[in-house]
Nanobody, 111 residues
Framework: QVQLVESGGGLVQAGGSLMLSCVSSGAYFRARHMGWYRQAPGELRELVALITVTGATNYADSVKGRFTISRDNPKKTVYLQMNNLEPEDTANYYC?????WGQGTQVTVSS
């Protein structure tokens, strides 16, 4: 069973930045598309950003121009750089490799 461990969440003021990290225990990390999702209380989990095995990226419209997803295959880590954060970005953020979910890391943006 692959384990995904997220870190980097926290409390930040609107306009601030955070970088989330997700480390995979999987032996085939470089062969997995990786995604960041988020879920706010009472809301459905939604895709925030995706990075493919070739490095192509895709973003939710709400975060385009503010968030950047990247990966480091030797470190088996995927990152989510979040800039110009808004209160609406407050959620629990999860990474996903197409099969396994991490436990999530909480991001809270105060106005």
């Amino acid at each position: 069973q692959v384990q995904l461990v997220e870190s980097g969440g926290g409390l930040v003021q609107a306009g601030g930045s955070l970088m989330l990290s997700c480390v995979s225990s999987g032996a085939y990390f470089r062969a997995r598309h990786m995604g960041w999702y988020r879920q706010a209380p009472g809301e459905l989990r939604e895709l925030v950003a995706l990075i493919t095995v070739t490095g192509a990226t895709n973003y939710a419209d709400s975060v385009k121009g503010r968030f950047t997803i990247s990966r480091d295959n030797p470190k088996k880590t995927v990152y989510l750089q979040m800039n110009n954060l808004e209160p609406e970005d407050t959620a629990n953020y999860y990474c996903y490799d197409g099969n396994s979910w991490g436990q999530g890391t909480q991001v809270t943006v105060s106005s």
